[in-house]
């Protein structure tokens, strides 16, 4: 076995690297840690689900391992200075999944802007009709430039919309606000004009619980927020205070993390809060693009040092 999956590629990206190399799936790993380091010992390269941890622990049960890789994008679940360390190159599939989150970010808008279509589709077929609103001429606050802001711009400012954004790793001098057509104002000022805001802040821990109570004290009424970040940007409490006094007309976020919003929290009885599971990456294309892509990756990195099945290592046409 060189190479261990716990989450499979599409069929024809997994059959083109077994032919290759020894490739083993084992996708009841991912639920297993005793079993996974037991079978960490043998494979020079892996592919990880987004939910299985890689600390330096981890590595000292995988002594061969040259390639870690992941479908997803997501430092927050790998040590990169262990692996670092030990050598192990890190592939993770970012691209793939940029224009899923942007038409995530933007259907989850316009059902907010037209909750209309929703209320069928969550079976109330005679729900009284409440008037909707457009997003051509509305103001959109981009809250974070992480590489799915730059498809939703595109999509926003082709539907009419203004956009306005911030970033606060990204100054307001940057030519990138230019290029993306998108004014740069002060967080306060995002809160204020914005009649929605979407959030993709690539996340550190210094800005855990940055959308809190002095920033939503700005919040123009009736406002609508969609989101990709870790639900660690946002102060629970402060959150669920807005949304209970309609600051926040309702919010939609994808992938919000265990207890956000669990039984006997603020926000658990938040009837115009929807979470969603990771949804905004799920789809049948960005899947193929990153499983190609981690296959290539993969193969690319093992061919320098390892023979290929039925001779040496040639070199050869990558997969697109």
């Not at 927050?76 to 224009?99: F, P, Y």
């Amino acid at each position: 076995m060189d190479i261990l999956l716990t989450e499979p590629l599409i069929p024809e990206a997994m059959a083109w690297l077994g032919q290759r190399y020894p490739l083993v799936l084992r996708p009841e790993l991912a639920s297993d840690a005793a079993a996974l380091r037991a079978a960490a010992y043998r494979p020079q390269a892996m592919v990880l689900s987004r939910k299985l941890r890689v600390t330096r622990e981890f590595l000292d049960f995988a002594p061969r391992l040259r390639v870690l890789a992941r479908l997803h994008a997501d430092t927050d679940n790998t040590d990169l200075e262990a692996c670092r360390e030990r050598r192990v190159r890190v592939i993770q599939a970012r691209s793939a999944h940029v224009r899923p989150e942007a038409e995530y970010l933007l259907s989850a808008l316009l059902m907010l802007y037209r909750p209309g279509i929703g209320l069928p589709l969550a079976g109330q077929r005679h729900a009284q009709i409440g008037l909707g609103r457009e997003v051509n001429g509305s103001t959109v606050g981009l809250l974070g430039l992480a590489p799915a802001a730059h498809t939703l711009a595109l999509l926003l400012r082709g539907l009419g919309a203004r956009l306005i954004g911030y970033d606060p790793a990204v100054h307001a001098s940057s030519p990138t606000w230019r290029q993306l057509q998108v004014e740069p104002v002060t967080l306060p000022e995002l809160v204020a004009q914005a009649d929605a805001v979407s959030v993709q802040v690539i996340y550190a821990s210094r800005y855990k619980g940055l959308v809190g109570e002095p920033l939503l004290s700005h919040c123009k009424p009736k406002q609508c927020w969609v989101g990709i970040s870790r639900s660690d940007l946002f102060d629970a409490d402060a959150l669920a205070r807005a949304l209970a006094d309609g600051r926040i007309e309702a919010c939609v976020l994808d992938g919000a993390e265990a207890g956000f919003a669990s039984r006997g929290t603020p926000l658990h009885e938040a009837a115009n809060l929807y979470l969603t599971p990771r949804l905004g990456s799920h789809t049948r294309e960005a899947r193929a693009r990153a499983s190609w892509y981690v296959a290539a990756r993969i193969h690319e990195l093992l061919r320098t040092g390892m023979p290929e099945r039925g001779g040496s290592a040639q070199r050869e046409a990558l997969p697109r």
